[in-house]
């Protein structure tokens, strides 16, 4: 009797398991196409990779990359959104908002900002790249994800302008939206093109400058 009431709970955390498996090892295979979607874009660009490459190279089949993001354009939306994450554990977003809200210091705050910079801007700014070349040659569907990344951009500048005015942090006088403008410009991609990836300087000196540059335009 007591194994007849056992058995159904035992049955129940063996398929609870399973499932837990089945969805943690489907998640690794899709992280593995993005990686590999990513490697390959960046070196030989969107028009030249294909999603049989992609398929071949993570292991998997066309029609699961298919299933998954829809094609070339849903992977680099994929990889790029992977960007803005970070390398540094929670979201680079949530520790962005978390810090606007408890810092007490402005200064100490932009230097923040050019630290999340320096860890974002190494794995947004070459697919951003990469999504501006295919816009310029022709493809539609970059072209919209192009004008899409850049709006979502500015709209999180003037969303933490805002936070920064509402809590006194910045100039007194200096409009949220003046404040976005400058932050969504010391973001863009081309300005760590020009000083990261043609003038060769470290991506710690460029997040320094780009603090300090945030520090110079809005405290």
């Known amino acids: 009797m007591q194994n007849a009431v056992n058995a159904p709970g035992k049955h129940t955390s063996r398929r ?4 837990r498996r089945r969805r943690q090892l489907a998640e690794e295979s899709l992280r593995t196409v ?18 049989a490459g992609i398929a071949e190279a993570a292991g998997v089949s066309a029609e699961t990359v298919y299933k998954n993001f829809g094609g070339k ?15 540094g554990g929670p979201p680079a977003e949530e520790r962005s ?31 951003f790249l990469l999504i501006r070349e295919a816009a310029a040659g022709g493809d539609a569907t970059m072209a ?23 809590r006194g942090l910045l100039r007194p006088g200096l409009s949220a939206r003046e404040a976005a403008d400058v ?3 010391c973001t863009a991609a081309e300005l760590y093109e020009t ?25």
Not at 16 to 19: E, I, L, Q, V
Not at 34 to 51: M, P, V
Not at 100 to 109: E, K
Not at 195 to 219: C, D, I, P, Q
């Open 183 to 185: 932050m969504f410009t």
């Open 73 to 87: 354009p849903g992977l680099v939306r994929a990889i790029y959104e992977d960007s803005l994450l970070g390398a």
């Open 34 to 51: 993005r990686a590999r979607a990513r490697e390959l874009f960046l070196a030989k660009g969107f028009g030249a990779t294909t999603i």
């Open 16 to 19: 609870s398991y399973d499932a």
């Open 97 to 127: 908002d978390l810090a606007q809200l408890t810092s007490t210091d402005p200064a100490a705050l932009m230097e923040q900002f050019g630290r999340f910079t320096t860890e974002v801007s190494p794995l947004g700014a070459p697919v």
């Open 144 to 166: 919209a994800l192009l004008n899409e990344v850049e709006e979502a951009r500015y709209r999180r500048m003037l969303h933490n302008a805002r936070q920064l005015v509402g």
């Open 195 to 219: 000083l990261v990836l043609k003038r060769g300087w470290s991506a710690e000196r460029y997040g320094t400058f780009v603090g300090r540059t945030l520090a110079a335009n809005l405290l």
